[in-house]
C-alpha cells in the first residue's frame, strides 16, 4: 500500500478533476436553459404590457362609435352600456358587410358574440364586443 500511495492520490484527485468538470458543464447548460427561459417570460411580459397599453386607449370608443356611421342608420340597431356595445345590422350588402368587418377586426377589443346571417344576397350581423 504504502508503494502505492503516490499513484492512489494522484488518481483520487483526477477522478475529483473530472467530477468537478462535470459539474462545470451541467451548471453552464443550467446557465444557458435559465436564461432562455428568462428570455421567453421578458418577451411575454413586453407584449402584456404592449396590449395593457393598446385596450387602455381612450380613442378606442371612437373607432367602436364609428362602426355606427359606416352603413346607414335605419340598418342599425346600437345599444351601448359602459365598455360594452351590442348592435345589429339589418339587410347589408356583401361590401357593407366586408367593410364593417375590416373595421371589427382592426380594433383592439374582444368580440362576445358575432353572427353573420346571409338572406338571399343581404346580410344581417349581429356583434357583441366590450373593451
Given at each position: ?45 413586453k407584449s402584456v404590457i404592449g396590449l395593457m397599453n393598446l385596450w387602455k386607449d381612450k380613442k378606442i ?71
Amino acid at each position: 500500500m504504502n508503494q502505492y500511495k503516490n499513484e492512489i492520490i494522484i488518481f483520487v484527485s483526477f477522478i475529483l478533476m473530472i467530477s468537478a468538470w462535470f459539474f462545470k458543464q451541467a451548471q453552464i447548460k443550467q446557465q444557458t436553459v435559465d436564461s432562455v427561459k428568462i428570455e421567453a417570460s421578458l418577451s411575454e411580459v413586453k407584449s402584456v404590457i404592449g396590449l395593457m397599453n393598446l385596450w387602455k386607449d381612450k380613442k378606442i370608443v371612437k373607432k367602436v362609435l364609428k362602426l355606427k356611421s359606416l352603413v346607414s342608420p335605419s340598418k342599425v340597431k346600437w345599444h351601448k352600456k359602459s365598455n360594452t356595445v351590442t348592435t345589429s345590422f339589418k339587410k347589408l350588402s356583401s361590401i357593407e358587410v366586408n367593410r364593417l368587418m375590416n373595421k371589427i377586426l382592426n380594433i383592439p377589443i374582444e368580440i362576445v358574440h358575432l353572427k353573420i346571417a346571409k338572406m338571399n344576397s343581404l346580410y344581417n350581423l349581429e356583434f357583441k364586443c366590450k373593451w
